[in-house]
C-alpha cells in the first residue's frame, strides 16, 4: 500500500502562484510514477501533470503547459506542483496519484493504483 497526503491547496487571485505537495509513505517511492489530477464540481476527474520515476519524464495537459511545473524529490518522497498563472478554471479538487513505474509519465487514470484525498485550489477573478 501507498499513502498520499496532499498539501498547499488555498485561495489564491488570478495570476497567482501555489505549490502543491503529495508526501508518500508505505512503499518504496522511486518504485512509483506520480500524476496530479483535478475535479472541479460537475465535472470528471481529469490529468493535469504526471512524471516518471527518475524525475527525467513529465507529461502535462494541453490547458496547463507552460504555467504548471511537476517534479519529485525520491529523497524526500514527495512530489510537487508548481502552478503559475493561475486562472479561475484551475479551481477544482487537486489529487496526487501513484502507479507502477512501467507505466512511466501516464495521462490515465486508470494505470493510477493509489490516491490521495485531494486539496481543495480556488483562483478567485
Known amino acids: 500500500q501507498v499513502q498520499l497526503v496532499e498539501s498547499g491547496g488555498g485561495l489564491v487571485q488570478a495570476g497567482g502562484s501555489l505549490r502543491l505537495s503529495c508526501a508518500a509513505s508505505?512503499?518504496?517511492?522511486?518504485?512509483?510514477?506520480m500524476g496530479w489530477f483535478r475535479q472541479a464540481p460537475g465535472k470528471e476527474r481529469e490529468f493535469v501533470a504526471a512524471?516518471?520515476?527518475?524525475?527525467?519524464?513529465?507529461n502535462y495537459a494541453d490547458s496547463v503547459k507552460g504555467r504548471f511545473t511537476i517534479s519529485r524529490d525520491n529523497a524526500k518522497n514527495t512530489v510537487y506542483l508548481q502552478m503559475n498563472s493561475l486562472k479561475p478554471e484551475d479551481t477544482a479538487v487537486y489529487y496526487c496519484?501513484?502507479?507502477?513505474?512501467?507505466?512511466?509519465?501516464?495521462?490515465?487514470?486508470?494505470?493510477?493504483?493509489?490516491w490521495g484525498q485531494g486539496t481543495q485550489v480556488t483562483v478567485s477573478s
Open positions: 496519484a501513484a502507479a507502477q513505474s512501467a507505466f512511466g509519465a501516464t495521462m490515465f487514470r486508470a494505470n493510477y493504483d493509489y
Open positions: 508505505g512503499r518504496t517511492f522511486s518504485n512509483f510514477a
Open positions: 512524471i516518471n520515476w527518475a524525475g527525467a519524464t513529465t
